[in-house]
């Protein structure tokens, strides 16, 4: 026997002569909108986080309301509940066919760190070189699923419909046309694999270990080089080094550098070996750059806010290295490290990294910390806040659990005002 149609399982009658007008996505749930007497009604279905609080559940999903609650509404959730359990696909049968199916998970995102603690051997490497490679920081697969999520994002297309149209000459409408182009994408993007690494608990643990405190949300997002077109670089080795310190701090760099930089992490989405690109640094320039940066102004080594001259010309810098990666490894810098871009010598690739920039908590009045609920950021900030940790809230200035903001009342408005959010770790014990 054929299961019905999705028409056909949310037909009338409905309890108190409830009227369906429709079935719409918002925010990654699937959503019922419901006439009921003269008021409106919403019953929602969320896919994701089948732990969460809900006030019923079928099949891993979680069954939420907004409106009133009342002895008819109550009894229109037992219904839709009791149809999804009595029709087999109805669910997924919803998920599939709301207006913006794109946007509808379709597993579960990750729950919890999914990346690892960084060592302390680590940690000291970091302040000693001003960078760090941390190996394996992600597993591979999460971060394929993440690479595939940041190729829909910037091409639009897979990373090898990119490449065909380049081949046939048609990039019309890409960012790659011009080889100075990168792509750029801001932090949140609306696709749960790429969000939840990007604030992944371990990620921000790590950043707060080499900020030295609580981290605070500078910048994010996804930056690409394609490289059959990418000319973003300098002709020579010597050219194009500078530090990225003046990207989001107003301040300059000054001793001790502890206390007025900030640290870049880079998650690194697809291998990157010599050929492809690896930025070229300068372990320890970040101390030099901290100690010396006013004498280098005075002898003209170092022009406006953010470069050098010529690398050769700075007394001091020892080897020079370059970062190369394996996809899920993630590396941090210093705001204060000199680094500069090499070419491909790989034609046929990409690179692509999903940065996460943060800052001291204390420090932050020095930075540019911009809100999620200001574009570029504020597409998907609240479905993304809804379903991030607590400690992802407050990397973007949400009040940390504990906090006296968090009366009951406030925690109850909450889980009103945002549907689907867990208020629970912020309610006092
Ligand atoms: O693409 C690279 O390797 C370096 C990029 C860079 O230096 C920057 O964006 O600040």
């Known amino acids: 026997m054929t299961p019905p149609s999705p028409a056909d399982a949310l037909a009338p009658p409905w309890p108190h002569d409830a009227r369906l007008l429709g079935v719409t996505e918002r925010g990654g749930r699937t959503e019922l909108d419901f006439e009921l007497g003269e008021a409106a009604f919403v019953c929602w279905i969320d896919p994701r986080e089948p732990d969460g609080r809900a006030f019923r559940r079928v099949d891993g999903a979680r069954l939420g309301y907004r409106g009133d609650l009342t002895p008819q509404s109550t009894a229109l959730v037992e219904a839709v509940a009791a149809r999804l359990k009595a029709t087999p696909g109805l669910l997924e049968a919803l998920w599939e066919g709301s207006s913006s199916k794109a946007r509808v998970p379709k597993s579960t995102p990750p729950k919890g760190p999914v990346g690892r603690a960084l060592r302390p051997e680590e940690v000291a490497t970091f302040a000693e070189a001003g960078w760090l490679r941390a190996e394996g920081f992600f597993p591979r697969d999460l971060v394929e699923r993440a690479r595939k999520a940041c190729d829909r994002r910037v091409y639009g297309r897979s990373f ?100 007025h930089h900030y640290v870049i992490a880079g998650v690194v989405l697809t291998d990157v070996g010599p050929e492809q690109a690896p930025t070229a640094l300068a372990p320890g320039s970040h101390r030099l750059l901290a100690r010396d940066l006013s004498r280098w102004i005075q002898d003209g080594l170092w022009q406006g806010t953010r470069e050098l001259r010529d690398l050769r010309e700075v007394p001091g810098i020892g080897p020079t290295t370059t970062a190369t990666a394996r996809a899920g490894d993630v590396l941090f810098w210093s705001s204060c490290m000199l680094h500069s871009a090499i070419p491909f010598a790989d034609r046929r690739c990409q690179r692509a990294v999903l940065g996460v920039t943060a800052v001291h908590g204390d420090r932050a009045a020095a930075c540019d910390t911009p809100s999620l609920l200001r574009p570029p950021h504020r597409a998907n900030a609240h479905a993304f806040l809804t379903a991030a940790s607590p400690a992802a809230r407050t990397f973007f200035g949400w009040p940390p659990p504990g906090d006296a903001a968090w009366t009951d009342e406030a925690c109850d408005r909450l889980e009103s005002w945002l549907p689907g959010i867990d208020a629970g770790p912020y309610r006092a014990l």
């Open 160 to 259: 090898e419909e990119q490449l065909a149209a380049f081949d046939a000459g048609d990039l019309e409408g890409s960012p790659f046309l011009d080889g100075g182009d990168i792509g750029h994408a801001p932090l949140p993007f609306g696709d749960p694999s790429l969000d939840a690494l990007g604030v992944d608990d371990a990620l921000l643990q790590a950043l707060g270990d080499l900020v030295g405190g609580p981290p605070r949300f500078c910048e994010g997002g996804v930056y690409v080089r394609f490289s059959p077109t990418d000319a973003r670089h300098g002709s020579e080795p010597w050219q194009g080094w500078h530090a990225d310190h003046d990207t989001n701090c107003w301040l300059p760099p000054a001793e001790p550098i502890e206390d």
